[in-house]
């Protein structure tokens, strides 16, 4: 080898539509790097790239289901789990994945998720971290940790944000999983690990946002967030639930696969309610 | 017992029957946006800012002088890049 040599065309590209690319994110930003893992754990998962849905909401990371080359469908703000269930009723047969981010399925689509991870319905949520509305131009939202300053928390922010493993552990999820945007290989196995589990899976991916995140909290550039993440970053698959809060403050960034358990799922209850109901003279 | 299993457990790595990889780097200049992760995160750090721009007006990254023979295609830089705008392949 004697330089880098240039290229028109990347290997991973093959389930993106790379006449699209370069994408719209902002440099630094890990939407590019959950995408591409995405993409691999498809191939991966040993499941034909026709048989997987990604589904988005609106936001930065809405604009995943633009760029991948499968089925996709962007829906309207925070109902991207609602369509998503849907969806998986009719078809039970498509690997449904939803992709957006922390505005849009934690803040805005709150309720969804919830509800969706209390009947243990059979989606994958990709949720993309980034502590902030980034789209709309930085807004605080449920996810923005204690004190950390935003448009519109220009004094700190004073509002508790959302655990969200715990929360979504809590209501019932099948798997419960935090990676940053550094974990690029197990954030890969975690997301083929979510596509073989029955029920409500879910990963937090903790992600960079420079422009209007980071540039208020001693983040200026994403590199100075990454370097946060490969000093605080603590793999503990077996962490207590309810102290893994972030506050961005130095203290440990608990990360892992937190919660894989066998649990019926809604569709599986929902077959044997129909069954049960058109049998000859027994249940209903 | 005991004393068999350290053995075992102590047995050298026979370093002959392992090949260290070389890999060649790719790039896609029009992708690149200069956000730097390749050029930090690379373990072997066989990669830095380049002095050509691309029609965006980033730097996109290039193999450092005498480092032409580090690269061990772990695929870090692929992994890590969020424009999909690197790439390493084993030569053999």
Not at chain 1, 80 to 90: D, P, Q, R
């Amino acid at each position: 080898m004697t330089q880098v040599v240039k290229a028109q065309r990347h290997p991973r590209d093959r389930l993106l539509r790379s006449e699209r690319l370069p994408h719209i994110w902002c440099p630094g930003c890990g939407i590019g790097i959950v995408m591409a893992a995405y993409a691999d754990a498809i191939e991966a998962s040993g499941i034909p790239p026709e048989k997987h849905v990604c589904i988005s909401g609106i936001g930065c990371t809405g604009r995943v289901s633009g760029y991948m080359h499968l089925d996709s469908f962007h829906t309207t703000h925070g109902r991207a789990i609602a369509f998503a269930t849907g969806l998986s009723l009719v078809r039970p047969d498509l690997e449904v994945t939803v992709i957006s981010g922390d505005g849009d399925i934690c803040t805005i689509g709150g309720n969804h998720l919830i509800h969706a991870a209390r009947r243990n319905v059979d989606i994958n949520v990709i949720m993309v971290n980034n502590f902030n509305y980034g789209m709309t131009g930085g807004q605080h939202g449920g996810t923005t940790p204690l004190g950390a300053k935003t448009y519109t928390s220009p004094y700190g922010n004073f509002e508790n944000p959302f655990n969200i493993p715990y929360l979504v552990a809590a209501a019932g999820a099948s798997f419960v999983a935090r990676w940053t945007t550094l974990h690029v290989r197990q954030l890969i196995n975690a997301i083929k690990r979510m596509m073989s589990v029955e029920g409500f899976a879910f990963i937090e991916v903790i992600s960079p946002c420079p422009p209007t995140f980071g540039e208020f909290n001693n983040f200026p550039e994403a590199l100075d967030m990454m370097e946060y993440f490969r000093k605080h970053s603590v793999v503990d698959h077996n962490a207590d639930l309810s102290k893994i809060d972030i506050r961005l403050q130095g203290e440990p960034l608990v990360v892992g696969n937190f919660v894989d358990r066998r649990r019926p799922s809604y569709q599986e209850l929902i077959q044997e309610t129909i069954r049960r109901a058109s049998g000859r003279g027994e249940g209903i | 017992m005991g004393a068999l299993a350290l053995k075992i457990l102590r047995e050298p790595i026979n370093l002959a029957l392992f090949r260290r990889p070389l890999g060649q780097v790719y790039i896609i200049p029009e992708r690149c946006k200069e956000c730097g992760f390749c050029w930090s995160f690379c373990p072997m750090d066989v990669l830095e800012r380049s002095d050509q721009f691309n029609p965006n007006g980033y730097r996109y990254p290039r193999v450092k002088p005498g480092k032409e023979n580090d690269c061990i295609n772990c695929k870090m830089c692929s992994l890590i890049c969020p424009e999909l705008a690197i790439y390493t392949v084993e030569v053999s």
